[in-house]
């Protein structure tokens, strides 16, 4: 599948090589704030039959790149893929978020979840990055992804979404060993999954730990930071002749970033709750930064869009390293022209940190 990449600024960036402008990409940039979408989500019927349909995964994932000049495409689908072929049966209700027809109750529920061949279970997700990889055509690289461990984690003894993961930290206070046997389960299967991916044809591989930040100093590194050093250790680094980088994007935990920064990965996406100048100053050269702007700020006027993608990238400031991103996913509220306006600015301000 080797086709020449037109446009490798977002590679090169991550690597931390010479640049002429900030690369762009969107968290969430395939979504409902686009109304092509809508129409795309309501033909399939529902939301997995949108992800495990690869024409329509497919479709609108390059739905955002026909609209914005974006530096890479993510592929459509979800981080709880994974639980649900585990068995536990993912289905989603609207307003309330993703649910388990067979959540984790007990320990038996953990000892008998199977580690999945993800290359037939998730075959569809496998089949929608080599049909975006012809799509696109190296124009642009493409993203895969998935959770970490300690997020699947969460969302598999809850139930779903929570507000005060009680049980899964009781799990891990209680009884630890349970809980590693299932964190170690599900890194194992990540790696699999995203060296799938890799292999299908993803040129970049981002790990989204959304509910690290609920976790103390000590948990974190015990729960969450162990299984994400040991994906990235077990992750394919390069393919078709070319490195392959891994982002880590912990939400909430910016006091973990020389840990996060320590694990290999090649670049931290950051959060809007800390200054990529500070990021930068306590990561030093270890790992390139993505990030940062926070997603409300696009329901705002255009020309205050236009000043807060200049703040950011003068927080990051002059040199390498650094891929403009919001500090979490777009939301459904935004206006399609304003991530235009914010593509453009970061077009239109960013040379002049790379000169």
């Known amino acids: 599948m080797t086709t020449e990449l037109k446009n490798d600024t977002i590679i090169r960036a991550l690597l931390r090589e010479p640049v002429d402008r900030t690369p762009v990409w969107i968290m969430r940039q395939a979504g409902r704030y686009l109304p092509e979408y809508l129409k795309t989500r309501a033909e399939a019927g529902s939301f997995m039959n949108l992800c495990q349909t690869p024409e329509l995964a497919c479709e609108v994932t390059l739905q ?9 495409a993510i592929v459509f689908s979800d981080i709880l893929t994974i639980p649900d072929v585990m068995g536990m049966g993912l289905y989603f209700e609207e307003g309330q978020g993703p649910k388990f027809a067979k959540p984790i109750t007990s320990s038996a529920d953990i000892h008998k979840l199977p580690r999945p061949d993800v290359a037939e279970s998730l075959a ?3 089949d929608a990055v080599s049909m975006v990889r012809r799509e696109l055509d190296g124009t642009v690289p493409l993203i895969g992804f998935s959770g970490s461990p300690w997020t699947l984690f969460t969302y598999m003894i809850e139930g779903g979404s929570s507000k005060t993961f009680a049980k899964s930290k009781k799990l891990i206070y209680q009884e630890p060993a349970l809980a590693h046997m299932l964190l170690e389960k599900l890194a194992d299967t990540v ?3 995203l060296n799938m991916q890799i292999e299908s044809g993803a040129q970049i591989v981002q790990i989204f730990d959304t509910w690290g930040g609920v976790l103390s100093d000590q948990a974190f590194r015990d729960f969450s930071l162990r299984y994400l050093d040991r994906i990235v250790s077990g992750l394919k680094r390069e393919n078709e002749g070319r ?3 891994v982002i880590l994007f912990a939400k909430a935990c910016n006091t973990q970033l020389e840990a996060l920064a320590g694990t290999g990965c090649d670049g ?3 959060d809007w709750t800390i200054s990529l100048r500070e990021a930068r100053e306590r990561v ?9 702007m926070d997603p409300a700020i696009l329901l705002a006027e255009p020309e205050i869009i236009h000043r807060e993608v200049g703040n950011t990238l003068s927080s990051f400031g002059h040199g390498e390293g650094h891929i403009f991103n919001l500090g979490h996913g777009i939301t459904p509220d935004v206006k399609p022209e304003h991530l235009s306006t914010l593509i453009d600015s970061v077009r239109e301000l960013s040379p002049a940190y790379h000169s």
Do not use: E, F, H, W
């Open 284 to 292: 030093g050269q270890q790992v390139a930064l993505q990030g940062n």
């Open 124 to 126: 569809y997700v496998m």
């Open 268 to 270: 931290l996406g950051v």
């Open 191 to 193: 790696t699999d999954y």
């Open 243 to 245: 490195r392959v980088p």
């Open 64 to 72: 955002p790149l026909r609209r914005y000049q974006l530096d890479a």
